[in-house]
């Protein structure tokens, strides 16, 4: 096998590199990021646009990789939000510049596409858990783009793209950034902790109830997906929820972190941060994905927020 991953800068490659080091004996991997350069964890990096049509083109006749994962993209909600633009021609338009190119140059490569559960949106307000049939109602910029590149895969796979359309929720562990919940109540208690924050922690809304996955468990998935494909055993188009189909709320998970804190922590509510979700409960079902892949969500959460913990503490 031979893997080019998009995105190497971002959180969640350098776990799929050893998702599929572990997985796939012999795996070769290309690593390819915005700027190129050097990235941690990849010995062969290159640099690739890939919202450039022209740019992705010459990576696969150079490359003529058998699989791709591709990881590259806006991930925060909040950024997309803030450069909807970018956003679009990201994880939109620049997937969809990927699957056309594919199919044209490299027909038999496959390609794993690390869409968003964000896609389902609305849907969450009327489905107690959302398999992969609920329908695409997205309530952010984010999970719009997300659902359109989803959706257009699922066009160019009829055509005969080798694509399955990864459906991840909610995914967390160490080195991800404080734009995401458990990594920022962390940062703020490692800080607490070193005495170079007061220890005051502030929070908006704790009611949300969100599915949690550890990014180790997805990355698995990653691997998984990619060998099922390789045999025939998953249809191209073929959409993959990635969850763990528990729903957690926001003040459960903070009540984790805080059991863990060296130091007594306050709790206090900022109004700047008090706006209600719209989507007070997503959670996902994962059954499809534990019986096509034999996949599950196996790390326990207590574990996956330790590290997150640790990690913060190390960096400060």
Not at 28 to 52: C, M, N, R, W, Y
Not at 211 to 216: L, P, S
Request: glycine letters at 8%.
């Amino acid at each position: 096998m031979k893997l080019l991953i998009t995105g190497a800068g971002g959180f969640v490659a350098p776990y799929a590199a050893r998702a599929f080091a572990a997985r796939v004996p012999g795996v070769e991997i290309v690593a390819s990021s915005h700027k190129g350069g050097p990235v941690p964890g990849f010995a062969q990096t290159i640099a690739l646009d890939v919202s450039d049509p022209a740019a992705i083109a010459t990576a696969l006749e150079s490359l003529r990789p058998t699989h791709v994962l591709h990881l590259a993209g806006i991930a925060a909600p909040q950024q997309a939000g803030v450069d909807p633009e970018a956003a679009w021609r990201i994880n939109a338009f620049g997937v969809l510049a990927l699957g056309r190119a594919i199919l044209r140059l490299t027909p038999q490569t496959v390609l794993l596409n690390a869409g968003s559960g964000s896609a389902y949106g609305d849907s969450a307000n009327r489905f107690a858990t959302l398999d992969e049939t609920a329908p695409f109602a997205p309530a952010d910029e984010y999970g719009a783009t997300k659902a359109a590149a989803d959706l257009g895969l699922g066009a160019l796979a009829a055509r005969g793209l080798r694509v399955v359309r990864l459906r991840p929720f909610n995914h967390t562990g160490p080195g991800q950034s404080e734009a995401y919940v458990a990594p920022a109540f962390a940062a703020q208690i490692a800080a607490i902790e070193a005495g170079t924050r007061e220890p005051v922690l502030n929070v908006g809304d704790l009611d949300a109830e969100r599915d949690f996955c550890d990014v180790r468990d997805v990355a698995d998935a990653y691997a998984l997906a990619a060998a099922a494909a390789s045999e025939g055993q998953l249809a191209p188009g073929r959409a993959l929820n990635l969850c763990s189909g528990r729903g957690l709320r926001m003040r459960t998970l903070l009540d984790m972190l805080l059991a863990m804190s060296r130091v007594r922590v306050e709790v206090r509510q900022d109004p700047a941060r008090m706006r209600a979700s719209p989507l007070p409960r997503i959670v996902g079902d994962p059954s499809r994905a534990n019986a096509e892949l034999g996949w599950r969500a196996t790390t326990r959460l207590e574990k996956t927020l330790t590290d997150v913990l640790e990690d913060k503490r190390a960096r400060v």
